[in-house]
């Protein structure tokens, strides 16, 4: 998985002492906008909606996320909330790390906080990009 390539075998270590195998149905929400956001998933397997509800029209589809790609940014940011809806379109098997966790670790552990944290900013601002792009695309009706 590109998140983890040329991450250091000790701050690998460290990441499989929080990791666990999870699966999830297809239909099946993963998060809530505006829940808490404690933890994060590499995709292996299967695909993920993000999407965000805007008022009472149907949700805005931002991204899907796929095999080898990261679900979830939110639990290393305050406030720690999820910022889009995550619903599963095809049946997921993914790692589960405990991100309230992790953020500890980050806190004793500088170097492994640091890596951790320009990888999950990379993520971030991948998804920031694409919600703009996204926005431009909805408010320019010509574009539909």
Known sequence: MAFLNGL???????????????????GQTIFWEGDIANRFYLVDQGKVL??????QHAPVVLQTVGPG??????????????????????????L??????????CEEGPRFGHELMQRVAEVAIARLNLLQKRVVELSNPSRH
């Open 69 to 94: 790609e990261v679900l979830g940014w939110s639990w290393l940011f305050p406030p720690y909330a999820w910022h889009s809806d995550a619903r599963v379109i095809e049946p997921v098997k993914a």
């Open 96 to 105: 589960f790390f405990y991100g309230t966790r992790l953020r500890e670790h």
């Open 50 to 55: 993000l999407e965000l509800r805007v008022n």
């Open 8 to 26: 250091r075998s000790e701050h690998l270590a460290t990441l499989a002492l929080y990791a666990m195998e999870t699966e999830f149905a297809a």
